[in-house]
């Protein structure tokens, strides 16, 4: 259902990017599809070092943490995934995220705070969950999302600029109708205003889907639901404790908002409740 839901999420996104860019006819749509695609392939290639650079993340060898690694390996294994590289980010607020552009190209991080607040069960459906992100391919279609927004995002700059400088209506403006003007400023209004807007909402509801699919997933392969249900509910906690100072362009990347300290509204959250994924685990029948 989640997946159903998150191809209908990006074919409605798709749409409005074909939509933004025929403002300015087949040409504009060429554009738009051009810059989305290379906007698509910077953060494919780049994403992972840019998450981890960001999030200070430093890569450790078995002998650094040998029960981590252990942990991931053991999860890797019953995913039936390549084993990530192995990162911790020295922060006392309780997080983690995987990122990279395949399995086989592929990194796990996690705080130094996780690892005082888990048992080793509750870490292990953790490492499943960023595991099962991994597996759903969620790093290509968060990137695909992000480049489609981005360039929706781009456009309606563009189109804001026209507006300043009156270069929409084009060369036969000036015999234009003053309801054919009125339809065109209208039309850019929602071009540069709504249509951001919208490709926003649309990714960040693809985010909460992806989210508990990852749950759901990361589930099933570990076997314990339980356990990644009660480790979310110590990372909720954990996190509004200590909010982790992160960019919000890669705050839909941890399990849990890092940003939870602050008040969210749920239609502008790149998580879903903690109450309503938590409910969904517990419910959960694995046979």
């Known amino acids: 259902m989640n997946n159903l839901k998150t191809f209908i999420l990006l074919l409605v996104l ?3 990017l074909l939509a933004v860019g ?5 040409s504009g749509i060429i554009v738009a599809l051009v810059f989305s695609l290379i906007m698509n392939l910077g953060v494919y290639w780049f994403s992972d070092k840019i998450a981890l650079s960001m999030a200070r993340a430093k890569e450790v060898s078995r002998d650094e943490a040998p029960e981590l690694h252990y942990i991931v390996e053991e999860q890797a294994r019953l995913a039936g995934l390549p084993k990530p590289r192995v990162y911790i980010i020295e922060n006392d607020s309780p997080n983690a995220f995987a990122t990279g552009r395949s399995p086989k190209h592929a990194a796990v991080a996690v705080t130094t705070g996780i690892t005082g607040i888990l048992s080793r069960q509750e870490l292990g459906g953790v490492i499943a969950h960023e595991l099962a992100h991994i597996g759903n391919r969620d790093t290509l279609i968060m990137a695909v999302t992000a480049a489609i927004a981005g360039a929706i995002t781009w456009i309606a700059i563009m189109a804001r600029w026209s507006m300043l400088f009156g270069g929409f209506g084009g060369r036969g403006s000036g015999r234009q109708s003053p309801y054919g003007a009125i339809i065109a400023i209208g039309g850019l209004l929602v071009v540069a205003i709504v249509m951001p807007l919208a490709a926003t909402l649309i990714r960040l509801a693809i ?3 992806r989210e508990y699919q990852a749950d759901a997933t990361g589930a099933r392969t570990s076997g314990t639901p339980w356990a990644l249900a009660d480790a979310l509910e110590k990372l909720e906690a954990g996190a509004k404790r200590r909010p982790m100072k992160v960019n919000e362009a890669t705050s839909h990347l941890f399990i849990v908002n890092p940003l939870s300290g602050r008040t969210i509204v ?6 879903p409740p903690i109450e309503e994924r938590v409910r969904r685990l517990r419910e959960m029948r694995l046979y």
């Open 207 to 209: 985010s909460r889907a």
């Open 266 to 271: 749920s239609l502008f959250s790149t998580h």
């Open 22 to 26: 025929s403002i300015w006819g087949t």
């Open 14 to 16: 798709t749409g409005l």
